[in-house]
């Protein structure tokens, strides 16, 4: 079956940095687009960033666009979040979906994604 595993998460202090991934099982990873999306506590999850199938493409939130850099490397079936100048207010869970196909056109919103995994918690303090 469609299983995501992300890691990497923990806690860093403002300015800092961390990398997360996302390992993927059950299906053809290469041939799915991939996205993070984010949780804080008593909000809604909101897109991060998304990145096509083949990992030319890529779209990000205004508000980690500059900071955040999603990669895709199909060999290793894994899917990584580059988050550098951390602030506060990146304090979340944060979550790798898949895709559903076709639907790079809804790639901002969760109904465009059909598997996630169970998500990996970043603390960013100040």
């Known amino acids: 079956q469609v299983q995501m595993a992300e890691s990497g998460g923990g806690s860093v202090q403002a300015g800092g940095s961390l990398r997360l991934s996302c390992a993927a099982t059950?299906?053809?990873?290469?041939?799915?687009?991939m996205g993070w999306f984010r949780q804080a506590l008593g909000k809604e999850r909101e897109f991060v960033a998304w990145?096509?199938?083949?990992?030319?493409?890529?779209n990000y939130a205004d508000s980690v666009k500059g900071r955040f850099t999603i990669s895709k490397d199909n060999a290793k079936n894994t899917v990584y979040l580059q988050m550098n100048s951390l602030t506060p207010d990146d304090t979340a869970v944060y979550y790798c979906?898949?895709?559903?196909?076709?639907?790079?056109?809804?790639?901002?919103?969760?109904?465009?994604?059909?598997?996630w995994g169970q998500g990996t918690q970043v603390t960013v303090s100040s």
């Open positions: 979906a898949r895709s559903k196909i076709n639907s790079s056109w809804r790639k901002s919103r969760n109904e465009g994604y059909d598997y």
């Open positions: 059950g299906y053809t990873f290469s041939s799915y687009d």
């Open positions: 990145v096509s199938w083949n990992g030319r493409n890529t």
